[in-house]
């Protein structure tokens, strides 16, 4: 049986990414590897640059690095540019294990890693041999993901005029605030969406959202039948129920994990694009890769009739596959 070690840390989507391919990687060969997460906890030295950091465990707690001692995996699967140190270190010590890195590593040490799994948004970074090129990313959304959430959730939105229309809602990139604009104008395109469909929505905001926002939002969709979840409620997150029970998905593109996450429910997916101000060029060709692949169509002006056949996207059972290559 062959070992593999994900290196986990503090970042949300990272850790979901990781989680997705782990659980593909059980699936389709479930008696193959034993996996064994590392929770990584950061202290300041994990701010610096990784040419700084080298091959090294500078960076983490002292627990954290107990963690980090032989015997050494076949694999590790490295998350993100901050876990990407730790893996070479594993590496340094144990010349055979392999590496994969979940997005950039960065320039510093990439003929480290047996395989980069990159986005095609971030094409715009060093190209490399062991560069791997996928649509979006990987996400823990499957049929039994759905199944068990749709159990769980669909009484709570049985009274609901159908069809439900999810609502997903990211906000601020980068410093960059959600304008109010971009914000009046999603609001303007949902309630069109509705005039057309009818039903009702499933919504929720995220913690980049902003009260400003916010407020807007609840002013301006109050009229529509709906569930609502907004960021700071105390009851039960009921974002993976939206996924299993809604018919249709409207999601902000700010947020890669989230669109990622949506496009594995198979459903037609409406993506509200905002303006250049709020937006940064990596989400603009992150949000054509989806349009492009048919896995999504604009909010503004789309109709159900737009989709002629949804595709479901899940790059975390491609990434499993080159896994189980590396290791065979």
């Known amino acids: 049986m062959k070992t593999v070690w ?141 199944a068990s959430a749709r159990e769980k959730w669909a009484s709570a939105f049985a009274d609901l005029p159908k069809p439900l229309t999810a609502v997903i809602i990211g906000g601020a990139i980068k410093g960059r605030p959600f304008p109010e604009h971009d914000v009046r104008a999603l609001c303007q395109e949902i309630k069109q969406l509705k005039q057309k469909i009818g039903g009702s929505i499933l919504i929720t905001t995220s913690r980049r959202t902003g009260q400003q926002a916010e407020q807007i939002i609840k002013a301006e969709l109050h009229d529509l039948p709906q569930y609502n979840y907004y960021w700071g409620n105390t009851r039960e997150n009921p974002y993976a129920g939206f996924l299993a029970c809604a018919d249709n998905i409207v999601i902000t593109a700010d947020s890669v994990s989230m669109c990622c996450e949506a496009t594995g429910t198979g459903k037609p997916l409406y993506l509200f694009i905002g303006d250049k101000n709020w937006m940064t060029p990596k989400h603009f060709r992150f949000a054509d890769s989806l349009l492009a692949g048919g896995y999504a169509v604009r909010l503004q002006n789309a109709t159900e009739a737009d989709f002629k056949t949804q595709k479901g996207l899940n790059a975390a059972y491609d990434v499993a596959k080159l896994i189980q290559k590396i290791l065979a």
């Open 6 to 146: 994900a290196l986990m840390d503090n970042r949300r989507g990272s850790v979901g990414q990781a989680k997705g391919v782990l659980s593909a990687l059980k699936e389709l060969a479930p008696n193959e590897y034993q996996i064994v997460e590392k929770n990584l906890v950061y202290n300041r030295w994990a701010g610096l640059p990784n040419w700084l950091r080298g091959r090294t465990l500078l960076g983490l707690t002292a627990d954290s690095k107990k963690q980090i001692s032989a015997p050494y995996p076949d694999l590790v699967l490295s998350i993100s540019r901050r876990t990407a140190p730790v893996a070479r270190y594993i590496k340094k010590q144990n010349p055979q294990t392999k590496l994969v890195q979940l997005m950039h590593s960065g320039r510093t040490g990439i003929n480290d890693f047996a395989l980069l799994i990159v986005p095609e948004h971030d094409k715009n970074k060093k190209a490399s041999p062991n560069v791997h090129y996928i649509v979006g990313c990987p996400h823990q959304v499957t049929p039994q993901y759905l």
